[in-house]
């Protein structure tokens, strides 16, 4: 049987910055973690007031969904003061990229199923790193680029 860490990545580095971490809980497959390429995702993203908080907090919740058949990936990201609210956005789409990118297939993801979810600070934050992809595609797009491939 599983141990309480069994089939728990953590501390996977999805940028250049030492905060940038998250923990990622893959669904259990028989006594081996599911590890099929076509798992939905959820990257979830901690509140804590932009100041406090941890990707951990939310560990429950990961194991909970992954007994469902979905990898989660708990995000960790800079926080202030040490961080800014445009670094906190950076971090985000760090985490997006990574999760929709190789790492995706890497650990059983289906990079057309990933959900960002969020609390508090964090869906703050999260809306703001959406808006901002969206705004840097539609400037791409609009400057004749192709704005599937715009990299935010």
Not at 94 to 107: N, Q
Request: aromatic share 8%; proline share 3%; charged share 20%.
């Amino acid at each position: 049987l599983w141990g309480k860490d069994e089939g728990i990545l953590r501390d996977v580095q999805y940028g250049e910055k030492v905060h940038q971490k998250l923990d990622i809980y893959l669904p259990r497959g028989g006594e081996e973690p599911l590890i099929s390429g076509s798992q939905p995702l959820v990257l979830f993203v901690h509140g804590g007031s932009w100041a406090s908080g941890d990707k951990w907090h939310y560990a429950l919740q990961a194991r909970r969904l992954r007994r469902e058949g979905v990898v989660v990936a708990n995000v960790g990201y800079g926080l202030y003061p040490s961080q800014t609210f445009d670094g906190m956005c950076d971090d985000v789409n760090a985490a997006l990229d990574f999760a929709t990118g190789g790492a995706a297939s890497e650990h059983g993801v289906d990079a057309s199923k990933v959900v960002l979810c969020a609390h508090s600070a964090g869906a703050h934050v999260s809306a703001l790193a959406v808006l901002r992809r969206a705004e840097r595609a539609a400037e791409w797009a609009r400057s004749g680029g192709d704005a599937g491939s715009a990299s935010c």
